[in-house]
């Protein structure tokens, strides 16, 4: 309970997402598309596709980033899934 805790709470997702040699840098720097970055975060933290409609609200929220406010959303968009009950409970 302590780890989901420090988890959900904590610096230790934050500051291996804003890293300068995170997952996120490299994302940026490779120019995949929306729908790429989607799949291959949800393959990475829960091994499977997200649904339709996770991928609906997603795609709305990446398309609406400004593209200064780009690596931000991704962050969050980690940190989101690497703190979700899925993610926390079913490793």
């Known amino acids: ?9 904590g610096e ?4 291996k997402l804003a890293a300068p ?18 799949e291959d975060a949800y393959l990475s933290v829960f091994s499977r596709m997200p649904t339709d409609e ?4 997603l795609s709305e929220q990446l398309a609406q980033a400004k593209p200064e406010d780009r690596r931000e959303v991704l962050e969050d968009l980690y ?8 993610f926390l409970l079913n490793r």
């Open 54 to 57: 996770e991928r609906l609200a």
């Open 12 to 15: 230790t997702i934050n500051d």
């Open 21 to 38: 040699n995170s997952k996120i840098t490299k994302i940026l720097a490779s120019k995949q598309t929306d729908a790429e970055i989607i």
């Open 79 to 86: 940190w989101s899934l690497l703190s979700s009950k899925e």
């Open 1 to 9: 309970m302590v780890q989901v805790l420090h988890l959900a709470n």
